[in-house]
């Protein structure tokens, strides 16, 4: 009995923090609206980065998946660059290791993922203040973490640039008016403009790296 216990106080806690994480990206889903006005002052930084590492874990598990069954991690076939770059390196390091390259994808993708997430929380911190925004460091957080949950959970799935990247898009608008209190007008503009670019990008250089 004491065994019992003793497994439920250290696999139980993470486990209920993961089913959280999966309860929150069905919010997302289902009522971002609603979700986004009121989680601007749930959870700290770890909890936005604990979620934001259980969704990457998914979607790293998932693009391999995808490559064994004949569909790239391209600009068509995936919806984060992370997976692109993990895609493209992965063959050097099974040349070099011997392990399977499919391995290294995976590996590769949680390893981009956690990259880029300060890169892009800047970014769209620097975005939000030029937009007037008054949130501060960890409503840019937000913002970038759930914006991307479309990307993350589904981003795997064949043909699925455009259609979970324009979600990921769409959901900026609802995070900026509701995290840094963004006009929804200004919101609605900058986030098209990001999705304009990004498409125009692809049109002219077949993609490879996405914003």
Do not use: C
């Not at 969704?55 to 064994?68: C, F, G, W």
């Not at 203040?129 to 981003?155: C, D, E, I, N």
């Not at 324009?166 to 986030?191: F, M, Q």
Request: aromatic letters at 16%; hydrophobic letters at 50%; charged letters at 10%.
């Amino acid at each position: 009995m004491k065994a019992m216990q003793l497994n439920t106080r250290v696999y139980g806690g993470p486990l209920r923090k993961v089913v959280q994480d999966l309860y929150t990206a069905k919010s997302v889903f289902l009522d971002p609206y609603t979700f986004f006005q009121t989680t601007r002052d749930r959870g700290d930084a770890a909890d936005i980065v604990r979620y934001y590492v259980v969704m990457s874990v998914i979607l790293a598990i998932l693009t391999p998946v995808a490559n064994v069954l004949g569909f790239p991690s391209d600009v068509i076939h995936a919806s984060t660059n992370a997976q692109m770059a993990a895609y493209k390196f992965a063959p050097v390091f099974e040349q070099y290791t011997g392990a399977s390259r499919h391995l290294w994808t995976a590996l590769l993708t949680i390893v981009f993922m956690v990259l880029k997430l300060p890169v892009f929380t800047a970014f769209y911190h620097v975005s939000a203040r030029l937009l007037g925004g008054k949130g501060g460091w960890l409503q840019s957080l937000r913002m970038t973490v759930y914006a991307a949950t479309p990307a993350m959970v589904f981003g795997w799935v064949p043909y699925s640039d455009f259609l979970f990247g324009l979600w990921a898009g769409l959901l900026a608008v609802p995070a900026l008016y509701y995290l840094h209190g963004v006009p929804w007008g200004r919101a609605t503009v900058y986030a098209s403009f990001l999705l304009g670019f990004q498409i125009l990008y692809v049109i002219l250089t077949g993609g490879g790296w996405l914003i």
